[in-house]
């Protein structure tokens, strides 16, 4: 069991590789994926001790399989069909004008006719799930505007495979008899489609129930398995892609009540299949091709990562996207993906590659594939405008019956009267330098985005009794309000309010309880002027109570009429009878009235 070159001694190699490298390219900055990649070049073509890459690389394709899964586990059926632009929008964009643009790059370079050139094109077009997700996921950005956008790029991108593989037997010569076999491949996978959305619906989740009434946890794993692993050989069967199968399943059971478990039961397998995968991909780089065709590869891969990267990054300027999200999509999808190993081996089986150009291009996308992580590095000397400090996210010991998401000056004497109240209170916030000021004074401070809902869950909010949103910004208010809203429908939000416009759009959203941050300061500022004025405190407090009432009954009028109503209920001059002190100078008859403030502004 233990000779060199057993399955077993294999598989110690690769786990140690997998100890080692990960830890140590986190330490230097590079992500745990170029050092999987690091392991598996070190263990494959330089040690020599595992030489059957591929078999190694067919079966870690199910660590992409897991995490398509867990992917849709998370995006709703809704959330999906918001993103319906940047599918089939973006993503045929993206391939059609990358496929012509690499083909013409192919064609006129000499490097193959016109049939093959479409094939290398379009094969270069895809991009690799695999390596883009991993980064997305490690760099927290999976939820990012960025990551989802990029995210509906890949999902096209596996749906391209069934037409791109037709268009092989288009190509092929002497295949005219087979030309009816595409649009038979293509209802033969809509309807596969079809049934697996029939089967997520009304099949899924009722077994589910069955198997959780046993109480046998191993019976539940096993299960889990079995939807994933049975849904993605169903698409295979079909011509599409495992991890299309996989992402389907789990899209139909993102709304089931046991999304959360199968969650937990896939992740291991996820985590460990795909590093797999990655230190596969190094086994599976060919030193003696890029060698002898140095002078090719040198040139040849820059190049059509440069050509991919500018066109991902104007299609995302002409999508809408900033510049700087642009910028990450275009250095997150530049290299080919694990279908142009599939294209190319299949165009090589029909005749219209050569072996040897086979090895080539599969070299070539390989090559790719190891320079991304380092070109997704690169993508921050292009960004423009001042970049955040982040720190390292760390929840140990989150969770508490309230969740406060910012700790500006409102949210820290929030905090005060919670924490004087007996109340134990989990504070994020995004702000480095904020979290350093509160450290030296003795408080406990998560850094976390609140727009995430990784971050959400990893601060406890599941735990929590009651949310306190007090972020600054409206915008950003706005976004974690949403968020919660759609993944914690359960959850009690105490919301900060910008203004008057801001508390009207928050109650529209049914939060339990909004405040605007200038409200009770005012109130306070006026009835102590009022006392500095000579009145009794008591009237003051009155007068201030009376004010309360009126803005609170004009909020009702204007939410259900609109912001110009309840005009009347302002006062905008002094109220009779006169106030208690005389006033120290006479009001001329014919000096103009002070204009009161925009109502939007109260």
């Known amino acids: 069991m233990t000779a060199p070159g057993s399955l077993f001694s294999q598989m110690l190699l690769l786990l140690a590789g997998a100890v080692v490298a990960a830890p140590l390219f986190r330490k230097l900055g590079l992500g745990t994926v170029l050092g999987y990649l690091a392991a598996g070049v070190i263990i494959g073509p330089m040690m020599q ?4 890459a591929e078999e190694v690389l067919h079966f870690a394709e199910f660590g992409v399989v897991f995490l398509l899964f867990i992917i849709g586990l998370e995006l709703k059926p809704s959330r999906l069909w918001q993103m319906r632009g940047d599918v089939f929008g973006l993503g045929p964009a993206q391939v059609v004008i990358t496929g012509f643009a690499l083909s013409a790059l192919g064609y006129f370079s000499g490097l193959a006719d016109w049939r093959d050139s479409v094939i290398i094109g379009f094969g270069l077009a895809l991009s690799s799930t695999a390596f883009a997700l991993q980064i997305l996921n490690d760099d927290g950005e999976m939820n990012s505007r960025y990551g ?26 002497g295949s005219e008899g087979a030309a009816a076999s595409p649009l038979k491949d293509f209802t033969i996978a809509v309807a596969a489609v079809g049934a697996m959305v029939f089967a997520g619906r009304y099949i899924l989740t009722p077994m589910f129930q069955i198997i959780a009434r046993t109480g046998a946890r191993e019976v539940m794993i096993a299960a889990a398995l079995l939807v994933v692993l049975g849904s993605a050989a169903a698409m295979q069967a079909v011509g599409l892609s495992m991890a ?12 089931s009540s046991y999304r959360h478990e199968l969650e937990a039961d896939i992740e291991p397998f996820r985590g460990l299949l795909l590093a797999l995968f990655f230190m596969a991909v190094g086994l599976s780089l060919e030193l003696e091709v890029i060698l002898e065709n140095l002078f090719f590869i040198l040139p040849a891969v820059p190049a059509f990562m440069i050509v991919k990267a500018v066109i991902v990054y104007a299609l995302s300027r002409l999508w809408g996207s900033p510049h700087n999200d642009a910028i990450r999509i275009a250095f997150l999808l530049p290299q080919g993906g694990e279908f142009g190993f599939v294209l190319f081996t299949t165009a090589t089986a029909a005749g219209l590659f050569s072996s040897a150009t086979a090895s080539l291009l599969i070299a070539s996308v390989t090559l790719s594939m190891a320079l991304t992580p380092l070109g997704a590095a690169l993508s921050r000397r292009f960004l423009s405008g001042e970049n955040r400090e982040e720190l390292e996210e760390d929840f140990d010991g989150a969770g508490a019956d309230v969740l406060m998401i910012g700790f500006s000056r409102f949210g820290q004497i929030a905090a005060q009267i919670l924490l004087a109240g007996g109340s134990e209170v989990t504070v994020i916030d995004d702000s480095a330098d904020r979290i350093r000021q509160a450290a030296s004074f003795g408080f406990r401070i998560y850094f976390g985005d609140g727009t995430r809902r ?14 306190a949103v007090c972020t600054q910004k409206r915008e950003t208010t706005d976004r974690i309000v949403d968020l919660i809203r759609s993944e914690f429908p359960d959850v009690r939000l105490f919301v900060r309010s910008y203004d008057r416009i801001h508390s009207l759009s928050l109650r529209d959203r049914n939060v339990e309880y909004e405040l605007r941050e200038t409200l009770e300061s005012g109130l306070l500022f006026g009835r102590r002027t009022l006392e500095g004025l000579g009145m009794s405190e008591n009237e003051a407090y009155e007068i201030g109570e009376d004010i309360r009432r009126r803005d609170e009954e004009r909020l009702q009028i204007q939410a259900v009429q609109g912001l110009g109503a309840g005009q009347e209920m302002l006062l905008n001059r002094p109220v009779r009878p006169e106030p208690l002190i005389k006033p120290k100078r006479a009001v001329a008859l014919d000096e103009p009235e002070a204009e009161p403030e925009p109502a939007a502004g109260i």
Not at 49 to 52: L, S, V
Not at 148 to 162: E, G, H, K, P, W
Not at 244 to 255: C, I, N, P, Y
């Open 49 to 52: 001790q595992i030489t059957e």
């Open 148 to 173: 989802q956008r990029a995210f509906s790029v890949l999902l096209f991108q596996d749906l391209a495979i069934v037409p791109l593989l037709a268009l092989i037997t288009i190509l092929t010569p």
């Open 244 to 255: 299309m199968g996989a992402f389907l399943s789990g899209v139909m059971l993102a709304e």
């Open 454 to 467: 990784d971050v959400l869950i990893a601060s406890g909010i599941e735990r929590a009794k009651i949310v």
